[in-house]
């Protein structure tokens, strides 16, 4: 028998491509997606907050969802946008620019208003069951809202690609960080805030706080929907350029989160030319390539992380673990600092619009006497999908039994490090890793095993590997420098 949140996600799944083939004929499949979202978040936003009794949050009644379709009107798209609006003044901080991507009003006045009246048809056949407690509720809206990302991805991954993190890396990434009660969760890079959902979840309580900043307005945007619709109403979501213009500052400093998780756009071209006037010192040990904005990330989330106990977790692409020139005096600085963690090797092709190898480095200021570092080779552990590969439970399972196992051992008193599981896990000491120049690619330290996986590959050297992975993140290069203008323009 269904759940809840399986009902509406259903629901909201075939409402969701009903949209789209109304709006197909005359929208492109991104501006379709951008009215879909707001349509959705407009219909909901108030019932969370009613069902949620949170006075932080407030929608005018005379411009709620369902008194906009009650009252007759010539022209819904007018009322929905003047709604829309309303909605935004009274919520400036927590809802600025819900409404800056779209125009019902333009959308009727082009097309008519049957368009826009069917749409709502749509979403009128989205139900809820109020026999079931209110928690639940606001979980199934918030899940079935996340879901039209995963589902505006399998349509075209390229509409959602730049800034959802799929849900079984976001949940590996929350688990693995181990966040507490009490604790300030943080994420620079914040895209939809699946990550920082993820997060909380796994935190188990409402004592927690969020915080997130996204260069992308309409982004942004999306992200305060996502964390409102969950019940998030105290999270706090800034937009600008992170690496240049951080939001979480006081008294001429970063702000320091117990967590800080984040899976920025990998090897993005960034404004390197002001690293060095950098208010924050976020860059003392070294400046970043102009390039490859990777390891601007990473120093940005590590003088972020409150010292002597705060955690990081953060997705990049593997090259930031051996690239060399200035690349590897950061890392050489990082490792020197003694607060790398783990290193965990993901499957290829686990991500939306990239086929690109990441890994999950984590990171955490309280290691002390323990100077091991801890790398998993979970590469060959994933289910083959249709449209990508998938991290199962099983997987996420294994890799969190090796990652309590490490926290727990004492460190190694030897100077080589220990296999762990052949093929799998291996706990390195530092004198392993500076034996191997600071480069900490995961097949130096974890043996290639045979592997378990029907396709036979041809095995190939560690150097052919290494400049498959680079002229990969060559040609993303291109690609990245091309979205970044796109992204500033959006933004002017």
């Not at 022209?75 to 003047?82: F, Q, S, T, V």
């Not at 600092?337 to 993901?346: C, K, Q, R, V, Y």
């Amino acid at each position: 028998m269904e759940n809840a949140n399986q009902i509406i996600e259903n629901e909201t799944k075939r409402a969701i491509w009903n949209a789209f083939n109304i709006l197909r004929p005359v929208l492109d499949m991104s501006e379709a997606k951008n009215y879909i979202i707001t349509l959705f978040f407009y219909k909901f936003i108030s019932k969370v907050t009613d069902l949620q009794s949170n006075e932080q949050v407030f929608i005018p009644e005379n411009y709620s969802y369902e008194f906009v379709l009650r009252e007759p009107t010539k022209n819904i798209g007018k009322a929905i946008d003047k709604a829309l609006e309303m909605i935004e003044k009274e919520n400036s901080k927590k809802l600025e620019n819900i409404s800056s991507n779209v125009q019902f009003e333009q959308l009727c006045t082009k097309y008519g208003d049957k368009l826009l009246l069917d749409l709502l048809d749509e979403f009128e056949r989205i139900n809820l069951d109020f026999s079931l407690p209110n928690s639940e509720i606001t979980n199934a809206i918030g899940d079935a809202f996340e879901s039209l990302f995963v589902q505006f991805a399998e349509i075209d991954n390229r509409l959602v690609s730049d800034y959802y993190t799929p849900a079984q890396v976001s949940s590996l990434l929350a688990k693995v960080a181990a966040p507490q009660s009490g604790n300030s969760i943080y994420d620079p890079a914040c895209g939809t805030s699946s990550l920082l959902i993820n997060a909380a979840k796994e935190a188990g309580s409402n004592n927690i706080s969020l915080f997130g900043q996204d260069l992308n307005r309409t982004v942004s945007a999306f992200s305060k929907m996502n964390l409102l619709l969950h019940g998030y109403f105290n999270a706090e979501i800034k937009c600008d350029d992170t690496l240049v213009s951080p939001q979480f500052t006081g008294n001429s400093e970063l702000m320091k989160f117990d967590i800080v998780l984040s899976n920025p756009p990998f090897s993005m071209n960034w404004d390197a030319g002001r690293a060095e006037y950098d208010t924050y010192k976020r860059f003392h040990r070294d400046i970043p390539p102009r390039s490859k904005a990777d390891y601007a990330f990473i120093s940005h989330m590590i003088e972020s992380t409150r010292e002597g106990s705060g955690r990081m977790g953060v997705v990049v692409p593997q090259g930031v673990l051996f690239r060399g020139a200035v690349e590897r005096k950061i890392r050489k600085k990082i490792i020197e600092e003694n607060i790398i963690e783990a290193i965990i090797g993901l499957p290829p092709n686990v991500f939306y619009g990239t086929a690109i190898p990441a890994v999950i480095m984590l990171f955490h200021k309280g290691k002390k006497e323990n100077k091991d570092v801890l790398f998993i080779d979970a590469s060959q552990q994933f289910e083959s999908l249709k449209a990508k590969n998938n991290i199962r439970d099983e997987d996420i399972e294994k890799i969190l039994k090796f990652i309590d196992r490490f926290r727990e051992d004492t460190p190694l008193t030897t100077e080589v490090g220990e296999v762990l599981q052949d093929g799998y896990a291996f706990r390195a000491t530092i004198k392993d890793i500076k034996n191997n120049d600071y480069n900490l690619n995961i097949p130096l330290y974890v043996k290639a095993a045979v592997s378990i996986r029907e396709e036979s590959l041809p095995l190939r050297s560690l150097n052919e590997v290494q400049l498959s992975i680079i002229q990969t993140e060559k040609e993303l290069e291109v690609e990245s420098r091309r979205m970044f203008e796109l992204v500033k323009q959006l933004n002017r």
